[in-house]
């Protein structure tokens, strides 16, 4: 089964600061999927990458898609406590386009 | 908005009760997931459905099941409670209109206590 490795497991920042996480797979990447959560919500889609050299950015959250490394990055520039949260990447296992399994998840936390 | 409501949202109950976990979507969209979200797990699949009576297992599914018997509604059932299923359940559902998409669209949750 595929594995989604993400590091660092935790991060806590100063506001401010840039800061990248990542998200390793163990199998071939049928498309990559960056969701955020709140403490006790639900998760909210970022961003989808689908193919290799594939980058998206929205407001000050940038995500790359390295295909030959089965991995992606997702970057956060002069983070803000509005960042803070967990931060989980998907993707879809078989490539049959029916469901995701996630990542462990990445807590952020953001000092003012 | 995806229209998705969860309920309950807070359950506590004994280990050996039948529990069931409601998922209601407000349209018609064709895939529904259930997740648990654990402390050093993360977020795992249970089971989800492609449509009305079709459904399929994820990565977690031993002692759940789930059903479908119309669109907007996806159940699961845990037959007889154990503790080691104590967490919290998410509903999701994908809104394309191709069918699936892996932008999914979250429910806000059902906390499981299991004594």
């Known amino acids: 089964s595929q594995e989604l490795e993400q590091s660092p497991q935790s991060l806590i920042v100063q506001e401010g600061k840039n800061l990248t996480i990542n998200c390793t797979s163990s199998?071939?990447?049928?498309?990559l999927y960056w969701y955020k959560q709140k403490y006790g919500e639900g998760l909210i889609f970022l961003m989808m990458?689908?193919?290799?050299?594939e980058e998206k950015s929205h407001e000050k959250i940038t995500a790359k898609l390295d295909e030959k490394k089965q991995q992606s990055s997702l970057h956060i520039t002069a983070s803000q406590p509005s960042h803070a949260g967990i931060y989980l990447c998907?993707?879809?296992?078989?490539?049959?386009?029916?469901?995701?399994?996630f990542g462990k998840g990445i807590t952020l936390s953001v000092r003012p | 908005d995806a229209g998705i409501t969860q309920s309950p949202r807070h359950k506590v109950t004994e280990t050996g009760t039948p529990v069931t976990l409601r998922c209601h979507q407000t349209?018609?969209?064709?895939?529904m997931y259930w997740y648990r979200q654990d402390p050093g797990h993360g977020l795992r699949l249970i089971h989800y459905?492609?449509?009305?009576?079709?459904?399929d297992k994820g990565e977690v599914s031993d002692g759940y099941s789930v059903s479908r018997s119309k669109t907007e509604d996806f159940l699961l059932t845990l037959e007889s409670a154990t503790s080691s299923q104590t967490s919290v359940y998410f509903c999701?559902?994908?809104?394309?209109?191709?069918?699936?998409?892996?932008?999914?669209?979250f429910g806000e949750g059902s906390r499981l206590t299991v004594l």
């Open positions: 990458l689908q193919k290799g050299g």
């Open positions: 349209e018609n969209h064709r895939y």
């Open positions: 998907g993707a879809d296992p078989t490539g049959a386009n029916s469901k995701l399994t």
């Open positions: 999701a559902i994908s809104e394309s209109e191709r069918g699936y998409s892996g932008e999914l669209f």
């Open positions: 459905s492609y449509g009305v009576k079709d459904t």
């Open positions: 199998k071939t990447l049928y498309g």
